[in-house]
């Protein structure tokens, strides 16, 4: 099992910053990418950014340039760092630990608990 944890998310204004965090605890052994996903009412779940145990990262379209993933293996954390941020990048983002990037719940992923965003003037 593999328990996620978010933090960070808020309320900001359109052009602003927020970073955030993913704890990640529990067996690993059977991961090999961690996400962020967001998801805003009405809309289906999409991938945010993602990175894999060798350092690849990939991102969505429409966050390219903005949001930088990155992970402290030591601390076992995940972090999503988001500059420039819209009002269409309100959602609540979850953290996802698992084998793959599906959008839907795979017996053997985890996901958190979400954290909302809110991009707002």
């Known amino acids: 099992q593999v328990q996620l944890v978010e933090s960070g998310g808020g309320s900001v204004q359109p052009g602003g910053s927020l970073r955030l965090s993913c704890a990640v605890s529990?067996?690993?052994?059977?991961?090999?990418?961690m996400g962020w996903f967001r998801q805003a009412p009405g809309n289906q779940r999409e991938l945010v950014a993602a990175?894999?145990?060798?350092?690849?990262?990939k991102y969505g379209d429409a966050v390219k340039g903005r949001f930088t993933i990155s992970r402290d293996n030591a601390r076992k954390m995940v972090y999503l760092q988001m500059i420039s941020l819209k009002p269409e990048d309100t959602a609540v983002y979850y953290c996802?630990?698992?084998?793959?990037?599906?959008?839907?719940?795979?017996?053997?992923?985890?996901w958190g608990q979400g954290t909302q965003v809110t991009v707002s003037s």
């Open positions: 529990g067996n690993t052994f059977s991961v090999n990418v």
């Open positions: 990175i894999f145990t060798d350092g690849t990262t």
């Open positions: 996802k630990a698992g084998r793959t990037l599906a959008v839907v719940r795979v017996p053997g992923e985890y």
